[in-house]
């Protein structure tokens, strides 16, 4: 039975590294990932962000970055190797990359930073309607030096990576979430004095 497109935004939720196991997205699969991002709200369609896949060779080449910036943080080598394995774990992993154009004259940063929003959310959503699974991870190795450099143009800012595949376990429900009762609420007018 397929997901209508309600369900799959009522049903997704995160799936971290350790539970995602082999087939990742296909091409097409990942460009309707990407086509759905697009499809989030964004003023005056600037398109503050970019997808960028880790994947065949790239993935060792993060690895070792991850690896690096372990040690330069003061990690020993188990450390190291721990953060490596963050890399290689995940069948895909997606580097979320933002492109907030702080001086425009419409668009103040935080649209835009709610148009990248909406596209993780999308992205994400789409990945679930099509069977698989995900989480978007960041930390403080988003801002290590060299990482931000291998990910980003200047100007840019790494969001993070979005690790992807097919859910190993059984879907067990979205993760509690508040009541929508709770962020649904009634706006009244201030009272005039
Ligand atoms: C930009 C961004 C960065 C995030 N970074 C982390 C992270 O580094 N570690 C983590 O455990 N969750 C992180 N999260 C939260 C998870 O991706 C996830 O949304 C959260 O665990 C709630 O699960 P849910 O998506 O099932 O509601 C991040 C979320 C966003 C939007």
Redesign the pocket.
Known sequence: MSMTPLDALLTR??VGPKHLVEPGPSDAQLALMVQAALRAPDHAELVPYCFKMVRGDAKRGMADLFADAARAAGKDEAGAALDAERALRPPMTVAVVARIDLGHPQVPAHEQWAAV?GA?ANFLSAAHALGFAG?????AKVRQPAIAAAFCAPGETL??WIALGTPARQPGG??R?PEAGQVLIDWHPPCKT
């Open positions: 939720y995160s929003g993780i989480k978007m991870l960041s930390g969001v993070g979205p993760a979430k």
